[in-house]
Structure formats: structure tokens, C-alpha cells
């Protein structure tokens, strides 16, 4: 779990030390105060990335050229350093405990479950939105996976410029043996966790009357399904098959709830996630993620904010609100006030 968070030239905050409790935190202000930015800080020393930046600089404060969040878990310091860099490209700096280290050595130290209202785009939205979840969480738990979605990413664009090459040029096809074989090598790997992880989600009781489901629509690569397409990548110069054109599928019962789920429906379908994500990252790591929660209540009805209330109770949670009302049924808990 997270204690103290230090933010420097992060976002709207000049300098800003925070202190968090192991059990519930509420960040409370109004609109714009920066409510938000502190549970993307926290994200990032969890993942290395954003859930709301377009672009890394965009995290610096205006006019400044270099950012900073320091995180103090228990015995681990985690260090996030974001500078303009050369001509204006932003670089990224990550140290455990002053150690630098990769994205792939950085990642899953501090270990977190987000849930805000954009994750409703989870449900409705495109297919990349959903595959960038099951990186996100698989990515916390499991550092071979972090390295077989950077390697099969890096042989995805180095395969799809050989197959432009073919059809612009007529290089011969043999160039993309190689590549092939790691793409089958590393998409195997990252479809058989994502499977394991919706396999799970599927298995976990859920405490809402509805029956939720997701259902996997895998894309396999292999030897047999690139001798299907060849002709087809080459036409279009893209690889056609593979876990980057994995999709899952909200049901509710034997309905997609993306077609015929009322907003409630999808609303409560992407909770039920978010609660078995919890639980499959504590199976696997014997740790409690910490739960960042931003200002969800105003989307819930008071049954399933209670249900919310309770869950908050299980674990760290850091929860935002611009409405103090909301935050009646906690009890006493650390608060952090901001002003806009």
C-alpha cells in the first residue's frame, strides 16, 4: 500500500506532500482542484502510464520542464521522473529506491484497481479500449507478460513494414519467417493469460442479481492462420490475426450488454469487473491492490453505492469527491481537502 505521495511541478500542483491511511482516504474539492491528478500520479507509479494523458509532457506543469512523483510504500521508494527532453519530446525517468529500472522491472511494485466513470467506454466503446485493460492489470501480476506484449508489439510493426515492403517493393515473403515465429512465440503467451484472467472473472460470484459473463473473442495466430490471411496482409500491408485484435464481450445473462444493456446494466457489469479484478490480482500475488475510486457515486444508485461502500472497506482505497454528501456512510476516515 501507498503512504505518502510527493508531487513536483505534476499537473496543477506546484509542491504537494500527501499523506494516505491504510484503509480509506477521500479527496475532497471542487471541480478542477486537481482531485483527479492525484489518482493519476498514483496510477502511474503503479503502471508507468496514464489513464488521461494524450501525451506524457502533458503531465508537466505549464511552463515548467520537468515533473516529478515520489512514491513511500512500505520499504519500496517509487520515483517518476517526466522532463521535456530533446526538442521538446518528452523522456521518462523510473527508479525503485534511487535503483533506475524498465518499464518491465517498474511496473506491478505498487499494485492498483481503478475505477472511474470513463470505464464505462469498457462496454460500449472500441476493442482497444478493452485490450489495453487486460494489459493493464495482467502487466501489475505478471513480468513475463509485461515483456511478451513489449516484444510482440515491437515484431507487430517490424512485420506489418515487411508486408508494405511486399507489396510496394516485392521483397521476398521468406523475410517474415523470423518475425512470425516470435508473434506466434509471444501472442501464445499473452492469449493464454488473458484467457486465465476472463476464465476467473467468469468463475467469481457476484453480489448483484444479475448474472454477468465475459465472453473472449480470441484471435489466435499461428503457423496455419498466417497462410490463411497471406494474401489478404499483403493487400492491405497489416497483420490480420493475433492478440491484437482480441476482444471480450460484456453479457448479461444471454444478452450483449453493449447492444441491449440498459446504462444502469452496463454501469453494474463493469463494477462486477472491477471487484473480481481485485480478487484475481490478490490470488495471484497474495497482495491487496489498492482501490482508486474517482468520483463514482454521483454515477450509482444508493443499492449499488453501498455495495461500493463495503468493498472500499476491504483494502487501501483512495476515493474523490467534489460531494461531501456521499462520503456520510464511511464513517471516519483520512481526508484530504483541496481547494480549486
Known sequence: MINVVKLSDFRNFKAKNLKFSDRITTIVGPNASGKTNILEAL??????KSFKARLEAEMIKYEETIASITGILDGIKLEVKITTGDNGWPKKKLTVNGVPKRTIDFA?????????????????????????????????????????????EKGLRQRNRLLFRIREEGIPRSQLLFWNQLLIKNGDYISQKREEFIQFINSSPSTFKNSYSLNYDKSVISVGRLEQYKEEEVSAATTLVGPHRDDFIFFEGKRNLSSYGSRGEQRMGVLWLKMAELNFIEKKTEVRPTLLLDDIFSELDHEHREIVMELAKKQQTIITTADEHFLKGFGKVERIDLKS
Open 43 to 48: 496510477y502511474l507509479l503503479s503502471t508507468t
Open 108 to 152: 506491478g511494485n505498487f499494485k492498483t484497481v481503478l475505477f472511474g466513470p470513463w470505464d464505462m467506454d469498457l462496454v460500449t466503446e472500441a476493442p482497444s479500449i478493452r485490450r489495453k485493460f487486460l494489459d493493464t492489470v495482467l502487466s501489475q501480476i505478471d513480468r513475463e507478460y509485461r515483456r511478451s506484449v513489449l516484444s510482440y
